[in-house]
């Protein structure tokens, strides 16, 4: 446009959004799992299309961390030079995602943000076959708004193995006090995430420690026997494969056990409620919300009588974006149209077994033995038995296509009445003349009037 006055607008954008802003939108402990999501990348890039029940044996990751400083070293290949502006730029150009990879990566953001939430100065050690270099955020890099230039150099352990090394120091405040003053709660509770969120990597043989110590998976197990069995559903839309399987994981509580949860005795609702698994890894762990479905529609609100049931979604996607993450991948984007869809199939499975246990309330100890004679399977046993069509799986005909078991859960038999209607008919003036016999004056109804004479009946048929 000629003439014009006003010039272009600046949209640069600014180095303290991605500094300061981002990095409150991710916990600490969460920060640190997309530092493991990217070791895990590591390995898929190496493994390509590799299959097998230990795909990252061999692989593993080391964490240490105390009041001064963090480090995270692995031997998961490292980081090819030629995807150096993958890894570093502050955000990622869609052509230069891993599209033929199973990550869960979209917005090549969660490896600076980690390293911005924990500290202010960072050393990035990599080598990856004949590629060895360093990459250095100091201070004074981030104090520079107009800067975006990182410094590389030649690493100066060019023996190293194959794999990168992260060390942050000069730890922000907070931080600090985490690993410093609440070091022992912090571990335990990195601990139980890395144990909940990679339970299934780690049972594929992936080795994680946390301050030197192997951390243990913990995955989701379901019942399985010839009564009880989990109910199963399958699908793919637009590239992306579903697993769902929802089930019991262990007995029903009694109503006893219900009081003593509640007073935190005894059972635990840790176990409960739906994990979602994306690419390997849990995005969502042990949910009891109307985001997977508890209180809505036929379902009811999560309550501790319903402290046995569980279930688990895996989506697997070799293009991250279609998958129903947030950008913390550590959650589920309630508005994605294939999660809402996938959720009534969580919904119709879930009503099952909270039915299941409504029904048998009564009979705790009979439900009880029926549960307790199965066996626990992890998802991939479940998944096997559908490939062998120990579960015989139906087409669904209507919303999302797929194919779904759906078992027959054992019900009580109806318990044999212990009382019966007597009803009859007798003339008015008759009925009247009882009436005034038995109660005198008083005003009863007529059926009153027939209790009380069977009830002086059996007394006398008693004696």
Not at 63 to 92: Q, T, V
Not at 257 to 268: A, L, V
Request: charged share 30%; proline share 5%.
């Amino acid at each position: 446009m000629e003439n014009n006055k006003y010039s272009p607008v600046d949209a640069t954008p600014v180095k303290s959004f991605f500094v300061e802003m981002l990095t409150r939108d991710i916990e600490l402990s969460d920060a640190i799992l997309d530092l493991l999501d990217n070791c895990v990348d590591g390995i898929l890039r190496q493994r390509k299309n590799s299959s097998g029940e230990k795909p990252y044996d061999g692989f593993n990751a080391k964490i240490m961390f105390d009041e001064n400083s963090f480090s995270i070293s692995d031997n998961c290949g490292g980081i090819p030079w030629d995807l150096h502006n993958y890894a570093f730029r502050m955000g990622k150009d869609p052509e230069n995602r891993d599209n033929d990879l199973p990550t869960v990566g979209v917005y090549g953001i969660g490896m600076k943000r980690a390293i911005f939430k924990i500290g202010r100065q960072c050393l990035i050690s990599t080598r990856n076959q004949e590629d060895c270099y360093e990459v250095e955020i100091t201070p004074e890099w981030i104090a520079e708004p107009d800067n975006w230039d990182l410094p590389v150099y030649e690493s100066s352990q060019p023996d190293k193995e194959a794999g990168t090394t992260i060390v942050i120091d000069k730890l922000n405040e907070g931080i600090a006090t985490y690993f410093g003053d609440e070091k022992e709660n912090f571990t335990r509770e990195l601990t139980n995430k890395v144990r909940t969120h990679y339970a299934f990597i780690l049972d594929k043989g992936f080795e994680v420690e946390i301050n030197g110590k192997q951390v243990g998976a913990k995955p989701t197990k379901l019942v399985f026997n010839e009564k009880i069995k989990p109910y199963t559903y399958q699908t793919e839309m637009d590239g992306v494969k579903v697993f769902l399987s929802v089930g019991f994981t262990r007995p029903i509580p009694s109503q006893k056990e219900i009081n003593d949860e509640q007073e935190e005795k005894r059972y635990s609702s840790m176990d409960a409620g739906w994990t979602i698994i994306c690419n390997d890894r849990a995005v969502l762990y042990c949910d009891r919300s109307e985001l997977t479905g508890w209180g809505e529609a036929s379902v009811p609100r999560y309550h501790t009588q319903f402290i046995a049931i569980a279930g688990i979604v895996e989506f697997q996607c070799n293009d991250a974006a279609k998958l129903p993450t947030t950008t913390t991948k550590r959650g589920i984007d309630a508005s994605s149209p294939l999660y809402l869809q996938v959720k009534n199939k969580m919904r119709e499975g879930m009503k099952l077994f909270t039915d299941y246990t409504n029904h048998w309330k009564d009979d705790a100890d009979e439900a009880k033995r029926q549960i307790a004679l199965g066996n626990p399977y992890t998802l991939d046993k479940i998944k096997k038995e559908v490939k062998i069509e120990t579960l015989k799986m139906n087409p669904v005909k209507s919303g999302l296509k797929g194919a779904q078991f759906k078992p027959k859960l054992p019900r009580p038999k109806p318990k044999e009445p212990t009382t019966k209607q007597i009803a009859y008919r007798k003339d008015l003036d008759d009925i009247q003349t009882v009436q005034r016999y038995l109660f005198g004056d008083q005003e009863v109804s007529p059926s009153k009037v027939g209790e009380e004479c069977f009830d002086q009946m059996l007394k006398e048929a008693q004696q």
